[in-house]
Structures are given as C-alpha cells and as structure tokens.
C-alpha cells in the first residue's frame, strides 16, 4: 500500500513541477493553455463507532489540460483528460491498521484533437472541423465477489482493452465557451488487445470471426471499425458564478452497420454475446422476446451509444477546491458485469488539493 501511494504521490508532484507551456505570439496565430493537475487524498477511520463502518484510504491523481492554438484561418484545440486512483478498505473492525482491501477507483484517459476552419466570412459561428479522440484507461479493471481471504477477482477491462478511437469529419457551430458539431462520416474503432478477455466473452463490440476458437488466439479479432454518425457538444466555462468552473461534455455516436449486426429479427442469429438483466431478487426483466417487440425508435434508441459526463469545480482558495463529476454511458457493446445493454455510471465528490497554470493574455 505504502509503494503505491508513493507513486501516486510522485506522479502527480511531478505534473506540477513540470512547466507551462510558454504562449507563443506570431503574426499569424497563438497558443493558449491551461493545465491542471491535482491530487485528491481522503480518510477515513472508525474504532469503536456505534454507527460503524469500513476505515478507507482514498488517492487519486487527476490532470486536465486545454492547449490551444488561434490562427486567423483556423483553430487547433487540445485536451487531455487523465485520472487514477486507487482506495483502501478495512474490512476488519477488530483491526484498525490493516487495509486488506486495495480496489481501483478511479481510471481514465481521454484524449481529444480538433482542427475546425470557417470556410464562410459571413458565417463566422459555423465551421468544419477534423476531430480525433481517443478513450481508454490506464490498468486493470475487476469484477469482485466475496470479501477478506474468501474474495475472488475477475479481469473486466486492461489498458487498451477496450480503448476507442474517434475520428470524425464534421459541421460545427463554436463559441468561445461552447461547441456543437454534427457528422454524418464518422469513424469509431474499438480495440481489445487482451486475449483473455476475448476469451472469456468480454468483446465489447469486437466481432469475432466464423473461426473463433477461444482456446486459439491466433483465430481473435482484435479490433472493429464502425461507420456511422456523430454528435458532440461540449461546454468548458471558467467563473460561470465567481469561483465555480463548469465543463459538459455529450458525445452520440450510431453505427450503421449495427441493425445488420443486432439481427433483429432473430437475436440468436445476432453477432452480439447476450445475457439477460437480472434484478436484486433474480427476476429476469428483459429477455430476447421482449427486445425483438421494440418499435423501429425503441431499436435505433437502443443501437446508440451514449457519453455524458460533467464536472464542477469551487475553488475555496488558490490550493484548495471542491469538485463534483458524474459519467453516464449507454453501450450496447458493453456486455457489463453479468449483463448486457446495460447503464454505466460514474459519480464522485470531494475536496482537492490541485496546482495551476495559464498562459497569461497579451
């Protein structure tokens, strides 16, 4: 535990030593940046407490950074977007210096490249624009059943499986806060580089071929191409109230190949792994029959995948901040832990304590 906390602890003191990028002027454009990283360490200890509970230990290391460059024709925007932690647990109350329990809690990396153009003087709101973006996150991830000696893991996820990479050709509407881009050719491809979760039926999305013999990597696919279209609105606002900085993100993408690929008609026959939602008491409630009932809207509704997240940042003062996120995804292609079509959610809140820096105006 110590080791690790150490790393963490590391890395994320070197993101803040390491220096600005300095704004260059030029007769033809310029360079604006922020970047942010931040360390969120947080505690928890109960001995004794009549209202019990678990004794935990919290660090995450986050950064984000917005680097951008102005030329009169164009505009080249940057973000990154990376976080991990990890968070301990006492799972024993007889003993309140043993952490047994080491769990990842938070695991991202996001990373985003856009050029946009206005190709119409008259129109100086509406553009075109190339963007790439690339999704994935740093280690492992696990499934956990069980507790203390009793508990058992199962591989979930890795780096770059799955990762996504976004590239899309699109019509776009900016201000300077905030974007609205529409693309009708776009490109989503999904990896997943871990041949046990191929294996084990984890694809998500990755269509194996007719020769697919989970006991031969050599038969696995390691990657799928989707083809379809994309919508994205983003919203990055400092000070919207006096110390308050907001940034939204809505990302839709809908792959035209998927309504050949789900086999409406005959889900069995589909090219997608298939487990029914089971609530709390083991009562199925959603089976084949019942999503082959879908309505042509329920089905395209369904075939889209979905990414909303946003974050809420109060600075106290300088050092200190208080920080709200939450993450909602839909994905079809994701068979979730035990289930398939299933919402993925991520929320968190706390207090920060986080460096800062920006290119001064000219």
């Not at 300095?22 to 004794?48: C, H, V």
């Not at 890795?158 to 609205?180: G, H, I, N, Q, R």
């Not at 299933?342 to 207090?351: D, K, P, T």
Request: charged share 20%; aromatic share 16%.
């Amino acid at each position: 535990m110590k080791r690790s906390i150490v790393t963490l602890l590391a890395a994320a003191a070197l993101a803040a030593a390491c220096p600005a990028t300095a704004q260059e002027n030029t007769s033809e454009g310029q360079w604006s940046t922020l970047s942010t990283p931040a360390l969120k360490i947080s505690e928890f200890m109960f001995n004794n407490w009549s209202s019990t509970g678990n004794s935990q230990i919290d660090v995450t290391a986050t950064f984000f950074g917005n680097y951008k460059y102005t030329h009169p024709k164009y505009i080249w925007d940057n973000i990154a977007d990376l976080a991990y932690g990890y968070a301990w647990q006492n799972l024993d109350p007889k003993d309140d210096t043993y952490f047994e329990t080491r769990r990842k809690s938070n695991d991202k990396i996001d990373l985003t490249s856009a050029i946009s153009w206005k190709p119409f003087s008259s129109l100086p709101d509406w553009g075109a624009s190339f963007t790439a973006n690339l999704k994935t996150q740093f280690g492992n991830g696990y499934e956990y059943s069980g507790t203390g000696t009793s508990q058992e893991q199962k591989l979930v996820s890795s780096f770059f499986a799955p990762a996504y990479l976004t590239t899309a050709l699109s019509f776009e509407y900016k201000k300077p806060d905030w974007s609205v881009s529409l693309s009708f050719l776009t490109g989503k491809t999904t990896f997943v580089v871990n041949d046990d979760l191929i294996a084990d039926g984890l694809n998500y999305g990755v269509i194996q071929p007719d020769n697919f013999d989970k006991n031969d990597p050599s038969t696995f696919s390691h990657a799928y191409f989707g083809l379809g279209s994309y919508i994205k609105a983003q919203y990055l606002k400092k000070d919207i109230l006096p110390s308050l900085d907001l940034y939204a993100r809505l990302e839709l993408f809908y792959d035209y190949k998927k309504p050949g690929n789900m086999n409406w008609d005959n889900l069995d026959e589909g090219k997608y792994p298939y487990s029914s939602i089971v609530d709390e008491d083991g009562n199925i409630y959603q089976t084949k029959s019942e999503l082959e009932d879908f309505s042509w809207i329920k089905r395209r509704a369904f075939e889209t995948d979905l990414d909303f997240e946003v974050k809420l940042d109060y600075r106290f003062s300088k050092y200190i901040a208080a920080n709200f996120a939450l993450n909602l995804k839909w994905d079809t292609d994701f068979s979730g832990i035990g289930n398939w079509g299933h919402w993925q959610l991520y929320q968190m809140a706390g207090i920060q304590v986080f460096f800062s820096w920006k290119t001064p105006k000219a």
